[in-house]
């Protein structure tokens, strides 16, 4: 997370755009992003079957929504067919995926007691 905010707020903040410096926090940001993925499918690994069914589930539903809401919603906005300006705002798919895993987890979770 740290090296998200960094890579979001460094540029403009802390650096004043120096591309050596940016491109640091974008190698950092990348080399955090491996590490989530790499302790991801280790804890994934580890789960029982039941455990990993609902997890798997759930991250296929989150992603799935995120393509679903993200295309439309990118193409919506490049041609100015929504009222607001989203323009390639990753934040906001980010929120909509992890709301949709969350919902989905806690059903699964929930559905196979």
Do not use: C
Not at 7 to 19: H, I, T
Not at 50 to 75: D, E, Y
Not at 77 to 86: C, E, G, Q, S
């Amino acid at each position: 997370m740290a090296a998200t905010l960094l890579m979001a707020f460094g540029p403009k903040f802390l650096w004043n755009k120096a591309l050596v410096f940016t491109l640091l926090a974008v190698g950092l940001d990348i080399a955090v992003g491996v590490g989530m993925i790499r302790a991801n499918k280790k804890y994934i690994a580890e789960l029982d079957e039941l455990q990993r069914k609902v997890q798997l589930n759930s991250l296929g539903i989150a992603m799935g929504v995120g393509l679903i809401a993200g295309v439309p919603l990118s193409a919506m906005d490049a041609y100015h067919l929504i009222p607001f300006h989203v323009h390639a705002n990753i934040g906001l798919l980010v929120i909509i995926m992890g709301l949709t895993f969350l919902v989905s987890f806690l059903y699964g979770t929930w559905r196979y007691r």
